[in-house]
């Protein structure tokens, strides 16, 4: 069965500081892809990044990087410069190739506070 | 792009009532999802469709609920009848096949008293 798991229900940061978001996942496929969305309290989803299971090269959006380890199956989420308006809710997700389902599955999301 | 379009934004309807969620997804994606939002359980996949057939029904909660995709352009989700425990945001995202991003729409916050 695939899983996605955040460990972190909750966490802060300073202004201006670096934070690591944690994800790992499970999954028997060879083939997948890891996403990160935010969730503000206006409550829209937004997509951050994301991750193939055989990229070479971890991915970066701006301030966003996606530290992929893939023996260890963990996808953490790096903002780097954090900023007031991240504060958010963060969900990591996965989308497996098997079957070619398509179904994109989340972690119970992680909730960060930027302090000034 | 106008982006997934969901409607209504709030719903706030009576137990007992039938309640239609609306979405249409963004025009040259072929998979289109719903998704349920609650504190308790987070988000769920409902039901997912590919090229309008449906794919994936198995987190449909109970018979109440029902969805279609009648072309490729809009997607409904109904609850006949609702109940206060099917309170929650609903969300209805669309995709490419493949790889691409899922694209969400603003959701519809549903209040069943």
């Known amino acids: 069965a695939q899983k996605i798991t955040q460990t972190q229900p909750g966490m802060f940061v300073q202004e201006k500081e670096a934070v690591t978001l944690d994800c790992t996942y499970d999954t028997s496929d060879p083939s997948y892809g890891l996403f990160w969305y935010k969730q503000p309290s206006s409550g829209e989803m937004i997509f951050l990044i994301y991750?193939?299971?055989?990229?070479?090269q971890n991915a970066t959006e701006g301030r966003y990087s996606l530290n992929f380890q893939k023996a260890r199956k963990s996808a953490n989420l790096v903002i780097s410069a954090s900023q007031l308006g991240d504060s958010a809710m963060y969900f990591c997700a996965m989308r497996s190739a098997s079957g070619n389902t398509g179904k994109l599955i989340f972690g119970q999301g992680t909730t960060l506070q930027v302090k000034p | 792009d106008a982006g997934v379009i969901q409607s209504p934004r709030h719903e706030v309807t009576e137990m007992g009532q039938e309640v239609t969620l609306r979405c249409k997804p963004i025009?040259?994606?072929?998979?289109l999802f719903w998704y349920r939002q609650t504190m308790m359980r987070g988000l769920e996949l409902l039901i997912y469709?590919?090229?309008?057939?449906?794919?994936?029904d198995s987190g449909m909660p109970e018979d109440r609920f029902s969805a279609k995709m009648p072309n490729a352009s809009f997607s409904t989700l109904k609850i006949q009848p609702s109940e206060p425990r099917d309170s929650a945001v609903y969300f209805c995202a669309s995709s490419l096949s493949g790889w691409g991003g899922y694209t969400f729409g603003s959701g519809t916050r549903l209040t069943v008293v």
């Open positions: 025009s040259g994606h072929n998979s």
């Open positions: 991750q193939g299971s055989y990229d070479q």
């Open positions: 469709f590919n090229n309008n057939v449906p794919i994936d």
